[in-house]
């Protein structure tokens, strides 16, 4: 497919239409932003890395039998993914206590939890993405109980797969946040999985690989994302 017209731009990416109308066309950007966009900055070539991680990751997970909308990277910022119909409830998964879990409940970061957490949240900028619960999501119409139900179950599927995959290349995946959307009555995994959207902590040194960098100004973002890909890239290069 050809790219098209212009959709959409978010905070890291922009979304563009293709001549097929069930196909997207996914430009990933540099631009980093953290606290609802209040803070502001640039992570160079983080657009090629979120690309490569979010790709591997989504072939790793199609070969465990969890749809993606993944179809074909074009290059490396640019992705052809299918159309879905987006659910605005974003689930975040929780293998160890960190960010806003440890501030809520007053908890030491990467203190170790007996079990997996799935808290739900609304996605909306202007708002903050507010935690909800799935009563909030079905009375509002965000999502069905069924559709919540299944986001749950392949989140929690997703995480079978990526925790020991994450181990197996030295790092622990701490938390992360997916979204899904709606096509032919299936739910399918969307948006992207990266050091955006995941805590990665080295499992020896527990350094942080992800986006705590920015957000904390911890320095060394480019090198913290490319070590992500090269670990990644080490097992699933031929994917
Ligand atoms: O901020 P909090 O601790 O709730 O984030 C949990 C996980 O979800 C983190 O890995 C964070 O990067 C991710 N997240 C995200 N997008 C959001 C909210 C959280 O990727 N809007």
Redesign the pocket.
């Known amino acids: 497919p050809k790219r098209g017209e212009f959709l959409y731009e978010g905070k890291a990416k922009k979304i563009y239409a293709t001549d097929d109308p069930g196909v997207l066309w996914m430009y990933y950007k540099d631009d980093a932003t953290a606290f609802d966009g209040a803070k502001k900055g640039v992570i160079p070539h983080k657009g090629i890395m979120n690309n490569r991680v979010t790709n591997l990751l989504f072939r790793l997970l199609e070969k465990n039998g969890i749809e993606t909308h993944l179809l074909e990277e074009i290059d490396e910022r640019n992705v052809l993914v299918k159309k879905l119909d987006m659910i605005p409830v974003?689930i975040?998964v929780?293998n160890r206590v960190?960010?806003?879990?440890a501030k809520r409940l007053g908890l030491e970061e990467g203190t170790e939890l007996k079990g997996t957490i799935l808290e739900f949240?609304y996605?909306n900028d202007e708002l903050g993405?507010p935690m909800i619960n799935e009563y909030h999501a079905e009375v509002m119409g965000w999502a069905t109980r069924e559709e919540l139900k299944a986001m749950q179950e392949k989140a929690l599927e997703i995480n079978e797969v990526l925790l020991p995959f994450f181990d197996s290349i030295g790092i622990i995946l701490?938390?992360?946040?997916l979204e899904f959307g709606r096509l032919d009555g299936r739910i399918v995994l969307g948006d992207e999985i990266s050091p955006?959207?995941?805590?990665l902590w080295d499992k020896v040194s527990l350094e942080k690989l992800?986006?705590d960098r920015f957000r904390r100004d911890l320095g060394k973002e480019e090198e913290a994302y490319m070590e992500v890909v090269r670990r990644i890239e080490g097992k699933l290069a031929g994917l």
């Open positions: 974003e975040v929780r960190a960010g806003s879990l949240y996605k993405d701490v938390d992360y946040k955006d959207t995941c805590r992800d986006k």
